[in-house]
């Protein structure tokens, strides 16, 4: 058993589910998370994210397994007897107070004296930047500032755990950008453990040092960001996490470390790095990431190019986005950086022309599940 606080992971989740009836919203999930990290849930609505959050805050019980959080078994005990803090979507800001006593609301019954509570408030506000805004209502703020005054709430108690369930999810795209990096900064700051509740893979890339993808109430990867995105370990995996290109394949031959894949949606063989469990009559899937394909009007030097015509083409400032239709049908991606100005009919192809697609080797991800 863990010892009581001191050495190991701040949070370990062994063997646990949750059951409402019939239904398993946490299926046998075991997780360690460690002291400092900023840690995300990640996964669609439904997949278990938000229900395994209230089991480590302490609104929902273990139907079977244990939580332990610094080494202490959570059985047991009541959300307000453990050393954790909760943000919620909605702020649940109280509307008839002043930003400094939402802040300081939590502090009343901790044995602090008045003049101890005025400085931790002063701290929090500081730390959010909102000092200039202490008398103010949440109805006189931006939604960016009422997101700031709900997290300077859950931090002013300097619980050794934060959870945050979608606290980006009301702001809109610009906001939500500078504000994952507010959080960022302020977590790094305190060093308290934060963990992160989301659907969208853009925020959690963005926001934590490990990300756990989640479906149907079962853990699928657990890895940084650049593990989850560069090397998922299944389709699913792949599939969730950004934009990808998919194809079906049979390995037709293995030569040291590559293999040849032959792939009808493509209309040939490709080339792709040779992993162990490889070997010829082996069904795969190939993924591919957009920006990993190259898209040009001649034929490329090299494997892995296949030509096709442009069907749709998507033009976002920064990048171009085309659709190549393949002779077999297949629509492929390719994201192409817009890394000059360039006139329209200078880009590199428009709607029906027809061009050469190809990736590298190494790019291509191979995948049996």
């Given at each position: ?61 273990p139907t079977a397994g244990k939580i332990f ?148 109430g079962k853990i699928k990867q657990v890895g940084t960001p650049t593990d989850i995105y ?140």
């Amino acid at each position: 058993m863990p010892s009581e606080g001191g050495a190991g992971p701040l949070i370990r989740i062994e063997n646990v589910s949750k059951s409402f009836g019939t239904f398993k919203a946490v299926d046998d999930v075991s997780l360690n998370i460690e002291k400092g990290e900023l840690f995300a849930l990640l996964g669609g609505s439904g997949c278990g994210k938000t229900t395994l959050l209230r089991m480590l805050a302490g609104f929902e019980a273990p139907t079977a397994g244990k939580i332990f959080i610094d080494g202490q078994d959570m059985a047991g005990i009541p959300p307000y007897d453990r050393p954790v803090n909760m943000m919620f979507q909605s702020y649940a800001l109280f509307p008839h107070m002043s930003v400094e006593k939402n802040v300081g609301y939590g502090l009343k019954h901790d044995g602090m004296t008045s003049a101890q509570r005025t400085d931790r408030v002063k701290q929090m506000l500081d730390l959010v930047k909102l000092t200039d805004f202490a008398g103010r209502k949440p109805h006189q703020l931006s939604g960016g500032q009422r997101q700031r005054v709900a997290l300077a709430r859950a931090l002013a108690k300097q619980p050794k755990l934060l959870l945050l369930d979608e606290p980006l999810g009301a702001l809109d795209k610009k906001l939500r950008e500078h504000t994952q990096f507010e959080i960022m900064s302020i977590q790094e700051k305190t060093g308290i453990t934060f963990v992160v509740v989301t659907h969208d893979q853009e925020e959690a890339m963005t926001l934590a040092s490990r990300i756990a993808v989640m479906d149907h109430g079962k853990i699928k990867q657990v890895g940084t960001p650049t593990d989850i995105y560069e090397y998922p370990n299944s389709t699913f995996v792949a599939g969730f996490i950004g934009s990808i290109n998919m194809f079906d394949g049979e390995v037709t031959k293995t030569s040291g470390d590559v293999a040849t894949v032959q792939i009808a949606q493509l209309g040939g063989p490709i080339m792709v790095p040779a992993a162990d469990s490889l070997s010829a009559g082996t069904k795969i899937s190939i993924a591919v990431r957009p920006e990993k394909i190259t898209i040009s009007r001649s034929r490329p030097k090299g494997p892995n190019s296949f030509s096709g015509t442009v069907k749709d083409l998507g033009y976002f400032g920064k990048d171009s986005l085309y659709r190549v239709k393949m002779p077999s049908g297949t629509l492929v991606m390719v994201n192409s950086v817009n890394a000059r100005r360039a006139a329209e009919s200078e880009r590199v192809a428009q709607w029906e022309d027809d061009v050469w697609i190809s990736f590298d080797p190494q790019s291509a991800i191979a995948l049996k599940g």
